[in-house]
C-alpha cells in the first residue's frame, strides 16, 4: 500500500537546480521556503545572510557545540542543500545568489514586491468577511471530502476535483455500473459525470488515509497531486508552485487583484476556487480573497476550521464575543471513554461519516453522536486499509477539551486494544518460500545452510531435521549449489568405486599369482 | 538425495498453530510441521486458511454490538 506524498519538502527536494533558480526570483517564494523550513535551517540562513563572502566549512563548525550540535547541522545543511539555497564549493558554503537577493528584498521589502500579490486599489462593492470566506472553504472543501465518503450531502464537485480525485488514487472507478442506476441523485449524476474518465468513483485505501489526516496536510496532498497533474497538462511548474507560495503569504480578508496573472495563474485560480483555496464572486472578475486554507499553507500552524455548521455557529459566536480562544476549543469534539463508549459532539454528516469508518454509531441527537468502539468496527477499517495508527491520529486529534485535561489523551485501554486487534489480523506471516529437505549427510546440509545464510535467504532451519526453508529469491542460487554438491558427491563416489576396483584388480592378480 | 518442494513458509503464534492443526485433520494441505510457531503448507490454500482462521477466532470472540 502505497502511502501519497503529502509533504511539500520532499517533492520540492526532487526539483532540479534550474526550476529553483526560476522559483527564487519571487521573494515570496523565498519567504515560503524559509517559512518552511525547521527552525535551524532558519538560524543558518538568517546568520548568514548578510555576509556577502562564502563562510569556510569549518568556521560554520564553531557556531556549534559538540558532536551532537554537529549532527543537527549536519542534517540541516543537508535540507539546505538540497532545497539548493547552499553550495559547497572548494570548503566553502555559498548561498544560491538569487535566493540571497530575493529574500533579502522579501525582508526588507525592496524590489519588485508583486510577487506578495497586488492589493486592489479600489474597495470592493461586494466585500466579503473573513466569515463568509471561511464558511466558503469550508464549504468547498467539504463538498470534496463528502463526495468521498458518499454522503449526499451538498453538491458534487465539479469536474477537474473529481479528475484530481482519479488521477490521485484517492477513488477509483468501479467497474459495476449497474448497482448504480437505481436513482438519480446527486451522487449519481456526479459519478455519471465522472464515469467518460473513470468509472463510478469509488473510495480507495489511500482515500480512506487521506479522509484522517488533517486539513493542511490533506490540502497539501491535494495541491502536490495538481502539481504533479500539471506537468502533464503542460503547465508551466515553477509558476504553478510560485502561486502557491504566494497565496500563503496573503493576508485573510483581503481582496487582491487578479490582473498581474499570467494566463496559466488565472487557470489555475478557477481550479483553485473549487478546492476553496480561494474565493472569486464570478468568473472573471477582477480580484479575489485568499481563504483560510490558502493563507495557512506555509505557517504551518493548524487549519483552525471546524465542520461546515460550527463554523458559521462559531463564526456569530466569535462575532459577538470577539473571543479567540473559542476557536481553538472547536477542534475537538470526541469524547472516548475507559468502556470503548465515544461521544462526538457534532453534528456535521462528514465528521459522522469518517466515525462511521471505524465506530459502531448507536444514537444520533440533535448535536451528537453516540457509538462504541468494537472489534468489529475496528476490523471493518482495518480491512479497507486504514492503519490503528491513523484512527489513534485521528482520536487524538479531534479529542473533546475535556479529554485534553487527562494525559495521555486517549485512554490508554482502548489504545492498547486497538494496536491488539491490528495484530491480530496479521497471526499469519505467510512468506512464500522452497522447503529443502532430506540432506544425506550432516555435512552437505551445513554447508549448504551456511552458504544460503550468507546470501541471506532464510527463512527457517532446523539442524537435527536437517530442513532449510528458503525464500523464493534465494532459490536458484542455494538450487544450483546443491546440485554442484550432488554432483561433486556423486563424482566422489564414482572415483571412491573406481579406486575400490583398481584396488582389487591389482589385488586379484596378486592372489592368482 | 536433497528435495526440493515450493510452498509457503507461515509463521504464527502457537494457538494458532494448533488450529492450523485442527484444520490440516479436515483438508490435508500441511507439507512439513516444522515447529511450534513454523509451519510449512502449500501454497494454494493460504487464502483458505486465512479465512477459516478468522472464522475460528471470530467465535471466540465476545461480541458487544449483538448483546443490545
Known amino acids: ?513 | 538425495m536433497v528435495k526440493a518442494v515450493k510452498g509457503v513458509v507461515v509463521e504464527c503464534d502457537t494457538s494458532v498453530k494448533q488450529i492450523i492443526l485442527g484444520l490440516n485433520e479436515k483438508g490435508k494441505f500441511i507439507i512439513e510441521d516444522l515447529d511450534d510457531t513454523h509451519v510449512f503448507v502449500d501454497a494454494s490454500c493460504i487464502e483458505q486458511l486465512r479465512f477459516d482462521i478468522d472464522e475460528i477466532l471470530n467465535e471466540n470472540t465476545y461480541n458487544v454490538e449483538e448483546s443490545k
Open chain 1, 1 to 513: 500500500m502505497s502511502k501519497f506524498q503529502t509533504s511539500i519538502h520532499e517533492y520540492l527536494e526532487t526539483l532540479p537546480l534550474q526550476t529553483f533558480n526560476r522559483l527564487y526570483q519571487k521573494p515570496a517564494t523565498c519567504l515560503a521556503i524559509f517559512r518552511l523550513l525547521p527552525p535551524l535551517g532558519k538560524q543558518i540562513i538568517m546568520s548568514s545572510l548578510y555576509v556577502d563572502t562564502p563562510i569556510p566549512v569549518t568556521d560554520m563548525k564553531l557556531w556549534f557545540k559538540e558532536s551532537a550540535g554537529l549532527m543537527k547541522q549536519k542534517e540541516a545543511m543537508q535540507r539546505l542543500k538540497a532545497l539548493h539555497i547552499f553550495s559547497e564549493e572548494r570548503g566553502n558554503y555559498a548561498m544560491n545568489a538569487t535566493f540571497l537577493e530575493q529574500f533579502r528584498n522579501a525582508l526588507t521589502g525592496g524590489g519588485n514586491s508583486q510577487s506578495f500579490g497586488l492589493a486592489t486599489s479600489t474597495p470592493d462593492k461586494h466585500h466579503v468577511d473573513i466569515a463568509f470566506l471561511d464558511d466558503y472553504a469550508t464549504k468547498q472543501w467539504e463538498a470534496i471530502l463528502h463526495f468521498m465518503v458518499g454522503t449526499t450531502e451538498g453538491r458534487p464537485p465539479c469536474k477537474g476535483v473529481l479528475n484530481l480525485l482519479g488521477r490521485s488514487g484517492l477513488m477509483t472507478g468501479g467497474s459495476d455500473v449497474s448497482s448504480h442506476a437505481d436513482s438519480m441523485d446527486a451522487r449519481d449524476f456526479a459519478s455519471q459525470m465522472a464515469r467518460q474518465d473513470f468509472g463510478v468513483p469509488k473510495i480507495t485505501h489511500k482515500g480512506f488515509q487521506f479522509l484522517l489526516q488533517d486539513i493542511n496536510t490533506q490540502v497539501w496532498a491535494f495541491l502536490l497531486q495538481y502539481l504533479n497533474m500539471a506537468e502533464s497538462l503542460n503547465m508551466d511548474l515553477v509558476e504553478v508552485l510560485t502561486f502557491f507560495f504566494q497565496l500563503g503569504s496573503l493576508e485573510l480578508g483581503n481582496d487582491y487583484s487578479s490582473e498581474t496573472l499570467t494566463p496559466t495563474q488565472t487557470h489555475l485560480l478557477e481550479d483553485l476556487k473549487a478546492y476553496g483555496i480561494v474565493y472569486q464572486r464570478k468568473r472573471g472578475s477582477r480580484r479575489f480573497y485568499p481563504t483560510r486554507l490558502a493563507t495557512t499553507l506555509t505557517s504551518g500552524t493548524p487549519v483552525m476550521l471546524g465542520s461546515h455548521t460550527n463554523a458559521t455557529k462559531l463564526a456569530a459566536a466569535a462575532a459577538v464575543r470577539k473571543g479567540e480562544e473559542e476557536e481553538g476549543d472547536d477542534h475537538g469534539f470526541i469524547i472516548l471513554e475507559t468502556n470503548y463508549r465515544l461521544y462526538a459532539y457534532t453534528d456535521s454528516p462528514l465528521q459522522i461519516a469518517v466515525l462511521n469508518l471505524f465506530v459502531h454509531l448507536r444514537d444520533r441527537f440533535p448535536n451528537m453522536v453516540t457509538g462504541v468502539i468494537t472489534r468489529d468496527s475496528i476490523r471493518r477499517a482495518l480491512t479497507k486499509g486504514i492503519t490503528a495508527e491513523q484512527i489513534i491520529t485521528y482520536l487524538t486529534a479531534h479529542a473533546h477539551a475535556q479529554m485534553r485535561k487527562h494525559t495521555p489523551v486517549l485512554p490508554l485501554t482502548v489504545v492498547d486494544q486497538i494496536r491488539l486487534w491490528e495484530i491480530e489480523k496479521n497471526r499469519l506471516r505467510p512468506v512464500q518460500s522452497w522447503l529443502y529437505s532430506d540432506f544425506g549427510r550432516q555435512q552437505d546440509f551445513e554447508s549448504t545452510l551456511e552458504y544460503a545464510s550468507e546470501l541471506g535467504v532464510v527463512l527457517w532451519s532446523n539442524q537435527k531435521r536437517r530442513l532449510i526453508c528458503i525464500t523464493t529469491e534465494g532459490h536458484q542460487a542455494v538450487g544450483s549449489y546443491v546440485r554442484k554438491l550432488i554432483i561433486r558427491q556423486k563424482e566422489q563416489a564414482q572415483q571412491a568405486q573406481q579406486a575400490r576396483q583398481q584396488h582389487q584388480q591389482q589385488h586379484v592378480p596378486s592372489i592368482a599369482s
